[in-house]
């Protein structure tokens, strides 16, 4: 096992009894953390009362406000400047006990990646997956790899775009050097730009199939709720303009398009019309931040515009059955 040092990062909001099972089956890893932090944002529903006295080497982090999902996991993260790896949990997502150990293990045997997924099965029902990693379209469409498809118990594992930061591992160090969560995102496809952004410095990553975590998935936001449409939908935009290089940009800009025009019609489609196109347009609105960011970020570029296309989805029928299937990872339940 590694001799690393980690940190498990728990953000709380409303999270409710979730959260108190979470803790439980951290205390039961085979592989324990050196440190578990609780970040709350400002929960009123009482989830964090005597937490420190039930689980006595939890530290408790408690903001005057609710920063969002960003923020709080960048608190976190700084707050553990003598780990290596910081191991991202949600409150409703309940580790088996070699969760952990299994991690550690692949960063021994997978030396040059700098982040892991876990093997997320739905909650109540084992036999299905919640994802296996991330998957990032060229169109800037992102969805969980896997989702709702049988477990496949020996699967090995693989490359991914980017994890789940459900239940992840990253290299603490290659997060801050690529500026960590962009906190204007508040929640949502935060962990899928904070992927790219790794990517275009070179890093690398895997599934871990070993990693097993059982996942609510809807444990403290409500399932296409007008929050998480609009977080997710406009943070979509945001992560396109501010990630693809420029050849790639010029490339697929006219699929970006077609997929906001079809997210657009679709939510409206469904009752949500107005929470789409104020998405939209407050993502337009914020370019100009936006483009000030792409900047730094593509002058920093590491890698050529070939390696970064090798980790895209691409295809034009994909993402859009996805989307009328109703699988599209911006609607991801998620804590902050």
């Excluded at 929050?227 to 697929?252: A, E, I, Q």
Aim: proline letters at 5%; charged letters at 25%.
């Amino acid at each position: 096992m590694s001799s690393a040092t980690v940190a498990v990062i728990i953000v709380n909001y409303n999270a409710g009894d979730y959260l108190d099972r979470c803790l439980t089956a951290l205390d039961g890893q085979t592989r324990i953390p050196n440190r578990i932090l609780v970040v709350d944002n400002a929960s009123t529903d009482g989830s964090t009362d005597g937490i420190e006295t039930r689980h006595p080497r939890v530290e408790v982090i408690r903001e005057s406000r609710n920063t969002g999902f960003a923020a709080a996991n960048n608190r976190g993260i700084r707050e553990v400047p003598e780990c290596d790896w910081v191991a991202l949990l949600n409150p409703d997502a309940f580790a088996d006990p070699g969760w952990l150990e299994a991690l550690m293990t692949a960063v021994d045997r997978y030396p040059d990646c700098a982040f892991f997924g876990s093997r997320l099965l739905c909650f109540g029902r084992r036999g299905v997956l919640d994802g296996t990693g991330d998957v990032y379209h060229a169109s800037g469409l992102a969805w969980r790899r896997d989702h709702g498809r049988p477990d496949r118990p020996g699967q090995a594992g693989d490359e991914i775009f980017s994890p789940c930061a459900a239940a992840a591992l990253y290299h603490r160090g290659a997060v801050l050097e690529a500026g960590g969560f962009d906190e204007d995102f508040f929640c949502y496809h935060e962990d899928v730009d904070l992927g790219f952004r790794l990517r275009l410095l070179g890093h690398r990553g895997r599934y871990v199939p070993e990693s097993v975590v059982e996942h609510v998935g809807w444990g403290t936001t409500e399932k296409r709720s007008a929050f998480s449409t609009y977080h997710g939908h406009r943070n979509m935009v945001w992560t396109f303009f501010k990630n693809m290089p420029g050849p790639l940009f010029r490339r697929f800009f006219f699929q970006h398009l077609l997929a906001n025009l079809a997210t657009v019609m679709l939510f409206a489609a469904r009752g949500q019309g107005r929470v789409i196109c104020q998405a939209k347009w407050d993502a337009l609105r914020g370019l100009p931040r936006v483009l000030k960011k792409r900047r730094r970020i593509q002058a920093a570029r590491k890698v050529p515009d070939q390696a970064l296309r090798a980790c895209l989805a691409t295809g034009w029928t994909e993402p859009y059955r996805r989307l009328l299937g109703r699988r599209l990872r911006p609607e991801r339940g998620e804590a902050g």
